[in-house]
């Protein structure tokens, strides 16, 4: 290899560098958002509603933390682009795949339901405590894989099939949803035991472990990321 190519190669891995080095900083941003919206589901309440706290009114701060993180993860999508497509489409195509992230949302909100009364949850009683507990974890997981990679079933098996991920935000949903679903199921372990606490109450515990969990991975993400950058490399969609 002549001198010239040489220094044309220093300088397109120095530019995909920089390149990389830029998206890691713009998903650490979103990502400190996405904690931000959770202290604020979990803070702003008290202002507004009386006696409102996480083990009290458990399933209202369910709701609450739900809509914030699902509301901020809508908007940073919208804000950054971080799978941007050249492609053209028409106002109908939109509405169609609006239309089908719903439905998806929907039955993933389902089936963790039924997952979840699987693994031990009340099937009669505390319906509406798992239904907002499996609602939860689809906002931590489904609602940003609907955000990153739309209602394509196929990208999402293979985004998280092994070293399937295409770009700096598939690694980072890739971390985060599997951090949520473990820190639920980490949750589970408090609750047979006879200790008494207010937190040992269904759901509690598990979407505590939940949300700590998907915090976790909001943090962890962008530093395994960054600390692994020269050895990452992505195909293209």
């Not at 089908?100 to 997952?115: E, K, P, T």
């Amino acid at each position: 290899m002549n001198l010239h190519a040489q220094v044309q190669v220093e300088i397109e891995d120095r530019t995909k560098g920089t390149m990389k080095e830029t998206e890691i900083k713009r998903l650490l941003s979103a990502n400190v958002i996405c904690i931000f919206s959770i202290i604020v589901a979990t803070v702003t309440p008290s202002l507004f509603l009386e006696n409102f706290s996480i083990l009290g009114t458990h399933l209202t701060w369910l709701s609450i933390c739900s809509a914030s993180v699902g509301t901020v993860n809508i908007v940073l999508y919208f804000i950054l682009k971080p799978n941007p497509s050249n492609r053209r489409t028409s106002l109908a195509h939109k509405v169609a795949r609006f239309l089908r992230c719903c439905v998806y949302f929907f039955m993933s909100c389902i089936l963790f339901h039924g997952i979840i009364v699987l693994y031990g949850a009340p099937l009669i009683e505390s319906v509406l405590e798992t239904f907002l507990f499996a609602v939860l974890l689809s906002t931590f997981t489904t609602l940003h894989c609907l955000c990153l990679l739309g209602p394509n079933i196929h990208m999402w098996l293979r985004v998280f099939s092994k070293n399937g991920a295409m770009s700096i935000w598939d690694s980072s949903l890739q971390i985060t949803a599997m951090c949520s679903v473990v820190g639920a199921w980490l949750g589970a372990f408090p609750i047979p035991l006879d200790w008494d606490r207010p937190w040992q109450v269904w759901p509690i515990s598990c979407s505590l472990g939940a949300t700590f969990g998907y915090v976790a991975g909001l943090l962890i993400a962008p530093l395994w990321i960054y600390w692994n950058r020269k050895q990452l490399t992505y195909k293209s969609r």
